[in-house]
């Protein structure tokens, strides 16, 4: 066990002259790598918060939408029933609007949010595109390790980000040209 620890020590002592001994070239090709990676990571971040701004508008229109349904379907219970309903369940209006109000204030609160996330996605998405185009080319050109399964991985966040901001761009322009 002590030959195992003083073998630690000295690859310790090794790898701290070979640090100090090292050229700039060599520094710099170590620091590409520590900041592609760091890059990457922030890439993969803003592509996360990008991808809850694309969701939260998603979720506010189907909110909207399933509010719309809820209340077509008690309406045409109306309908259907001719008026019945009334005489079968005598607080049926209440019900209908104590449900349009529950969700016309559950979709205040997400539009709330989704109005937060309309300002900043702007920032965020590109940001996630340079900071993975970034993390790629810093990875690509760090010799000292080998990041293939890093650069696929930033080179996938780059696509989704670019994914994910035309798809905010289609959602916030409504879709026309």
């Not at 991808?51 to 109306?78: C, H």
């Not at 369940?89 to 349009?100: D, E, F, L, R, S």
């Not at 595109?129 to 080998?146: E, M, R």
Request: proline share 2%; hydrophobic share 60%; aromatic share 8%.
């Amino acid at each position: 066990m002590r030959k195992d620890e003083a073998q630690q020590i000295d690859e310790l002592t090794i790898e701290k002259n070979s640090l100090e001994n090292a050229s700039v070239k060599e520094m710099r090709m170590l620091h590409l790598g520590h900041f592609g990676k760091i890059f990457s990571n922030l890439s993969i971040f803003f592509t996360i918060l990008s991808l809850a701004s694309v969701l939260t508008l998603i979720m506010t229109l189907v909110l909207f939408l399933l509010g719309g349904a809820v209340l077509l379907i008690l309406l045409m219970v109306i309908v259907v029933t001719l008026g019945i309903i009334f005489v079968i369940i005598p607080n049926y209006w209440g019900i209908i609007t104590t449900v349009a109000n529950a969700l016309t204030s559950s979709s205040g609160y997400i539009s709330k949010f989704g109005e937060l996330v309309v300002k900043i996605w702007p920032v965020i998405t590109p940001l996630a595109i340079v900071f993975a185009g970034i993390s790629i080319l810093f990875l690509c050109f760090d010799k000292t390790q080998n990041h293939t399964i890093r650069i696929v991985f930033s080179s996938v966040v780059l696509v989704i980000a670019i994914i994910i901001l035309i798809a905010l761009i289609v959602l916030l322009s409504g879709g026309a040209k």
